[in-house]
């Protein structure tokens, strides 16, 4: 009994001491690192001078949204000589983040999803400002495999799907006898249950539930050569590596806006066009007036976004890399954000 | 066993059984009444059946949001707490960096060896060290950091909630209910509130992890101190011990394995979970993963959700006090004084550290890294390419996929469908009484009449009511509850009979329970096609692992002496499995079974990213949109709560003694 005492009394000092001589090493090293915190990517960039606070760009999981941070990192570093620290989080975390300003920014976001969180945290609460638009325009809509409108070119419109025959193609397990139209994730705008309604299609909304199993469902069909038709949008890198043909809706008219912000169940026309923009915390112009204005001009066009995504999902390049080599090439282009 | 000891008296028992036999013919005429009843009037759940949860959990997040700068629930309570937090996981990572990972890998090979002996250091230090391998060794860390933090706190509230729930039947009934929820009720539906509560980043991500992996840590502590032999603690009680040393003196040493079994469990279900807590926003391994998933990178998912396995594993094996000898190929280590193996392990650690830090050992060399994706790539591609279809005999996953949806799932969902909600019921609650009398059918159906309350949800065509949500996903638990037992307890036995079997198995139940089921979301899809069948199939892996387990733990805790007895009659071993294993096992399989049902319940959410649709979709739904759907994801949650608790109650009851009580 004793001994077993003495010796975890030991163990108990031997691990005091130890950790003692860590701290004593852990002191020097944390003036070399800068304290830079795990939540931050060390991005490879440009090694620029910067000092003060750091800005906090949110990279959502997508292309897109990660070339915007990692430029606007390139040029505040290297020009306004401040840190910025990129956080990866979800895109709905990213709102409560700049609620309480540990998020100053986001560079892309969809209005078409977070309606209710312009309402709330910019137009209600007034945590959040909108920074204007970021250029690109993105467009949410009905796809299929180019495969399936070679083979029955009326599918190229919605009223080819009126035929039950062909609708029918579309059909699995879940849906029974109606063809299927698959929804990836809920959490997305969706219209297409009230589309399919009131345009009197014979099909069946299923929801797949996530934008992977969205993607799985695609190989499957490219794999057996089978129809199907979803939800899907531009831009997105598997349109590098699948050939999908938009299915034309109907032209969006003045009663479908109404229907879309009423909710009452009546929208039956083609998804709007997303024009994506930026927010901001309501505190980054007083934390950092210079970088709030750089980021409020910051643009890109839908051609400068989508080279920049090349460089990553067709040339395996990562964000920062990708970011940088466009800084290097298209000075004019950022130069006029800094003005 | 107990109910031997209780016999009652000749005459009294066959009085009992009269009675019993009248009991029984009334509830029987009962039951057939209420169904009567039920087809008369209760065909549809009737609008006025709406306790307006939605609007109530709607308003109080959107009140939380308005006032989260101002109130004192925050600015007293939750901000420090976050910030508590948040210093807790910097504070544990910035440990983690300053020993580097040769400090880490010797640091773990030593608390095993302090733990277990050197079986337990050598399996721990190599589980690090393969982290490493597979993973980048700063999200590594970082996930570990997370993970300690929420497994302290999972123990430091957990074994006193366990302690408490032992002592007292009725705080059991409430620890039992609070337990249910926090391991059942899917994290998308507090996600929202955890945000607001706790701001980005680290906080959120150890409270989620903490919730979920409370539940094992109280259940058995509760489970081993309720074990421990009646005589112990009547010998305490005459040497006149008092409560409290009573419980530190005997019932925790006594219940010693349980609580470990009850650490694994914390671990097992905290990893579980980093993938989730990740989208707070920590970039560490389950950030890697949902970036690999949006590439639709299976490999590089895989390979960041085997880091995460392995994370999990290396604590395991130093926490389970694995004292078995070292394997006879290996060395024996010389029979040194424990002074001087401690010397030695901390002059290890030390060595490990100071050179790693003098060298700037910052990352695992490049030849000790292991590239896992591409082998997974070609290994889930073969899968994808040659079980989906034209497998002899079976057809391919997607035939039994198909048959699943059309002959089973759809079958039996339009039944309860079909049936007037009230029919449900009832039929539960007949269930319930045959189970164990009519306080248990009335707590069930309570349970079922809960979610009828819960209101609308939209649909086609107009609102309906959530009761359709939650037979639809009834219908899939059912399904998938039945396979996985059908998997489970077979093999559950089997590796409860042979040491080979358990250790073959062993490494997949782990995988089975840790590996982030995102990593699997696109095989499954793929090989499944999104819907119903891909959602169950998701259950049912994640499922079995706690049965087999428990089975195994269950056969292998049967004392020896009614075996030999059974032996020395010249039982042969089948007989001997059937008639004395299995019985004297039965506790433990029966909370297999109703772990089984509890994980099932608790993957309904990971089914719904699949296609399965049901309540778990509402949930989802809770985390995407919070200003508009918290409401109606609240209820979908509550709602597999009580689906959860009311399938636990029944297949608990099972686990009992029937005669003990019957009221």
């Given at each position: ?5 003495r ?73 306004l ?9 979800d ?23 977070h ?19 970021l ?73 797949a ?8 469902a ?50 039956a ?32 066009t ?32 950022w ?5 | 066993m ?88 910097e504070h ?31 399996a ?96 058995l ?40 079994l ?12 980093v ?21 639709q ?27 078995r ?26 060595a ?95 349970c079922?009449v ?66 982030p ?18 959602g ?107 689906l ?20």
């Open positions: 009994m004793r001994s077993t005492r010796t975890s009394r030991l163990a108990v000092a031997g691990l005091v001491i130890s950790s003692l001589v860590l701290a004593a090493c852990g002191d020097d090293e944390e003036d070399a690192g800068g304290g830079d915190s795990p939540t931050s990517s060390a991005a490879p960039s440009e090694s620029c001078e910067t000092s003060g606070d750091a800005i906090k760009l949110a990279v959502n999981p997508w292309t897109g949204s990660a070339v915007n941070a990692y430029v606007a990192k390139a040029v505040i570093e290297c020009n000589g401040t840190p910025v620290e990129i956080i990866e989080i895109e709905n975390a990213t709102w409560v983040g700049l609620d309480d300003a540990s998020i100053d920014a986001v560079l892309e976001v969809w209005p078409s999803g309606a209710a969180d312009y309402e709330q945290y910019i137009t209600t609460k007034g945590t959040v400002v909108d920074i204007g638009l250029g690109p325009e993105a467009k949410i809509g009905w796809f299929v495999p180019k495969s399936v409108v070679d083979e029955h070119p009326e599918l190229a419109t919605w009223e080819g799907f009126l035929d039950p025959e062909l609708a029918k193609l579309f059909a699995t397990a879940e849906s029974g006898d109606l063809g299927q139209f698959t929804m990836g994730d809920p959490s997305y705008v969706t219209y297409d249950e009230q589309i399919i309604a009131n345009l009197g299609l014979p099909l069946k909304y299923v929801v539930g996530s934008e992977a199993a969205l993607l799985a695609i190989d499957q069909a490219v794999a057996d050569g089978t129809p199907v038709l979803m939800q899907f949008w531009k831009p997105h890198w598997k349109h590098l590596e699948v050939e999908l043909v938009e299915v034309k809706l109907p032209d969006v008219t003045p009663e479908c806006e109404a229907a879309a912000a009423s909710g009452d169940g009546s929208y026309c083609d998804y709007p066009v997303d024009a994506l923009y930026k927010a901001a915390s309501v505190q980054l112009e007083a934390k950092n007036a210079p970088v709030f204005n750089m980021l409020s001009k910051m643009q890109l839908t051609e400068q976004q989508s080279e920049i995504a090349g460089y990553v999902d067709r040339d395996g390049m990562s964000p920062a890399e990708a970011a940088q080599k466009w800084v290097d090439e298209n000075a004019a282009v130069q006029a954000w800094l003005a | 107990a109910s031997v000891d209780t016999l009652p008296p000749a005459h009294l028992e066959a009085e009992a059984v009269a009675k019993r036999q009248r009991e029984r013919l009334l509830g029987f005429g009962v039951f057939a009444a209420l169904l009567v009843a039920a087809w008369v009037v209760g065909h549809e759940v009737p609008d006025w059946m709406d306790l307006d949860v939605q609007g109530w959990a709607q308003d109080r997040y959107t009140w939380t949001i308005q006032n989260s700068d101002t109130h004192w629930l925050f600015t007293v309570f939750l901000n420090p707490a976050s910030d508590f937090l948040n210093w807790a996981v544990v990572f910035d440990l983690l960096e300053a020993l580097r990972w040769p400090g880490v890998v010797a640091l773990t090979a030593m608390i095993g060896w302090r733990t277990g002996g050197p079986r337990a250091a050598l721990g230090g190599l589980a690090m060290l393969a982290v490493g391998a597979v993973a980048p060794w700063d999200k590594a860390m970082l996930t570990l950091s997370i993970m300690v933090v929420a497994v302290v706190m999972a123990l430091v509230v957990g074994v006193p909630l366990g302690v408490i729930a032992a002592r007292s039947d009725r705080a059991e009934k409430i620890i039992r209910v609070v337990l249910d929820t926090a391991q059942v009720m899917p994290v998308y539906v507090y996600f929202a509130p955890l945000l607001t509560g706790f701001g980005i980043g680290y906080p959120p991500a150890v409270m989620a992890t903490f919730i979920y992996a409370l539940p094992p840590a109280t259940r502590t509760n489970l081993g101190i309720r074990q421990v032999p009646v005589v112990l603690n009547e010998v305490g009680q005459s040497f006149g011990t008092t409560s409290w040393q009573q419980l530190l003196k005997v019932q925790l040493p006594v219940a010693r394995k349980s609580i470990l009850g650490l694994n469990q914390v671990i097992m279900m905290a990893f579980a979970i993938v989730l807590a990740s989208l707070f926003g920590p970039s560490d391994l389950g950030r890697l993963v949902l970036n690999a998933l949006q590439k990178e299976v490999g590089e998912a895989f390979a960041a959700g085997i880091g995460i396995v392995l994370l999990a594993v290396a604590l395991d094996r130093i926490s389970t006090g694995d004292r000898p070292l394997p006879r190929w290996m060395p024996t280590p010389p029979q040194w004084g424990r002074r001087v193996w401690l010397a030695l392990g901390i002059g290890t650690v030390v490990a550290v100071v050179c790693a830090r003098a060298f700037e050992l910052d990352v695992l060399p490049s030849w000790m890294l292991i590239d896992a994706a591409s082998p997974i790539d070609d290994a889930v591609d073969w899968v994808q390419n040659n079980l989906r279809k034209d497998v002899p005999v079976i057809g391919g996953t997607q035939a039994i996929s198909d048959f699943l949806v059309v002959h089973i799932i759809d079958p039996i969902q339009r039944f309860l469908l079909w049936l007037p909600w009230l029919a449900v019921v009832t039929g539960v609650a007949f269930v319930g009484w045959l189970s164990r009398g009519w306080r248990l059918a009335a707590g069930v159906a309570l079922l809960l979610i009828g309350f819960m209101g609308t949800v939209p649909g086609a065509g107009g609102r309906k009511p959530l009761w359709d949500e939650a037979m639809n996903t009834l219908s899939q638990v059912i399904v998938a509850i039945v396979l996985a037992v059908l998997i489970a307890f077979p093999l559950g036995v089997w590796a409860g009979r042979s040491d080979r079997v358990e250790r073959v198995l062993k490494p997949f139940l782990d995988l089975a329970q840790v590996l089921q995102f990593v699997y979301l696109i095989p499954v899809v793929f090989l499944f096609s999104a819907g119903r069948a891909a169950v199939v998701a259950c049912v892996v994640y499922a079995i692992p706690p049965l087999i387990r428990l089975t195994a733990l269950g056969l292998r805790e049967v004392p020896h002496a009614p075996r030999e007895a059974a032996t020395s009659f010249g039982a042969t071993p089948r007989q001997e499995l059937l008639h004395v294993q299995l019985p004297l096992a039965r506790k433990a399989i029966l909370l297999g079974v109703n772990q089984t049902v509890l994980m099932v319940l608790a993957t309904v959410i990971i089914a719904a990213l699949v296609g399965a649709g049901g309540l778990g979709l509402l949930a989802y739904t809770a985390a995407a949109k919070p200003n508009v759907n918290l409401g109606q994801g609240m209820a979908g949650g509550l709602s597999i709560v009580f959860a608790i009311m399938l636990d109650r029944i297949t608990q009851a099972w686990g009992r003694d029937p005669d003990t009580s019957r009221t």
